[in-house]
């Protein structure tokens, strides 16, 4: 194998774990004020939200199966449902969406 290529696997390694261990390091023992708390409970919504949108607006054949996806999906992060719900929901519908339109 080149070496090269095992260096650059191994910075790969390095920079993804890097940010996913900082925060359990520098928290450790620590209590995030409620207002940060607030934020992070947030972020994999707005991961959601950024992952959908797009492909509302570019969808090629029929755009009411954005809108609809995009809809229930809304629906369920709105009602507090986590995101493998909210996803596997608005997958539910269009899949109803699909079978009878």
């Known amino acids: 194998m080149n070496k ?3 260096i650059m696997i191994i910075g790969m390694a390095v920079v993804t774990y890097l940010p996913r261990m900082l925060p359990f390091v520098m928290f450790k023992g620590k209590e995030l004020p409620p207002f940060l708390q607030g934020i992070l409970k947030n ?11 797009p492909a509302i607006l570019f ?24 995101v493998i719900v909210v996803v596997i929901g608005s997958i539910s519908v269009l899949t109803l969406y699909s079978y009878f339109f």
């Open 59 to 82: 969808i090629q054949e029929d755009i009411w199966y954005g809108i609809i996806g995009a809809a229930a999906a809304f629906i369920a992060a709105f009602l507090g449902a986590n």
């Open 43 to 53: 972020v994999p919504y707005a991961t959601l939200g950024a992952l959908i949108f």
């Open 4 to 6: 090269e290529i095992v």
